[in-house]
């Protein structure tokens, strides 16, 4: 190989490492081939030193109404964020502490709207959850937690049946 081939194979590996190495949180944006139905505004922030250690027994997911924000916390620590969209006028997001009994990855159909809900995690058996679906940048569900696609997926794949969620009015970060 000859010197100057080399010498771009190394910078551009290096420019690469960039972020990694000054930052560890990145963003993960939705989709953009969604359809406005199944699709999203926005991503989340994902901080993969954090997240690379989640497991069944240190994983636990927090949404704060107030926010409207999804947090996967480890070990205590953020992992990762997302922006959510909760019940809207008239419906209600219910609060308290929940645990996922249901995983669909994809193939959910919601009874109300007829509307798929790919990365549907059941909250305590109750008939809402946390799926990828449209966020308009406001309250707007029925009554579940909305999330990006990408940031569902993230929280689907990190997360097990019996995973603690807790829904709170508004969150302090404890």
């Not at 030193?49 to 480890?74: F, H, P, W």
């Not at 008939?127 to 029925?142: D, E, I, K, N, W």
């Amino acid at each position: 190989m000859n010197r100057r081939l080399f010498s771009t194979i190394a910078l551009i590996t290096f420019l690469g490492a960039l972020p990694l190495v000054f930052n560890s949180c990145t963003s993960l944006e939705a989709s953009a081939s969604m359809t406005k139905r199944g699709g999203s505004k926005g991503g989340g922030r994902v901080n993969h030193l954090v997240l690379r250690d989640s497991n069944k027994r240190n994983t636990r997911v927090v949404i704060d109404i107030s926010k409207q924000k999804a947090y996967l916390l480890v070990n205590g620590k953020i992992g990762a964020t997302s922006p959510v969209s909760t019940a809207r006028a008239g419906k209600r997001t219910p609060r308290g502490t929940f645990s996922i009994s249901q995983k669909v990855r994809s193939g959910k159909i919601s009874t109300i709207y007829n509307v798929e809900m790919p990365y549907w995690m059941r909250l305590s058996g109750t008939p809402f959850g946390m799926h990828a679906g449209y966020l308009p940048g406001y309250p707007a569900s029925a009554g579940c937690i909305r999330m990006p696609a990408g940031m569902a997926r993230l929280f689907y794949d990190n997360t097990s049946y019996g995973t603690r969620v807790n829904i709170y009015s508004s969150w302090s970060g404890n």
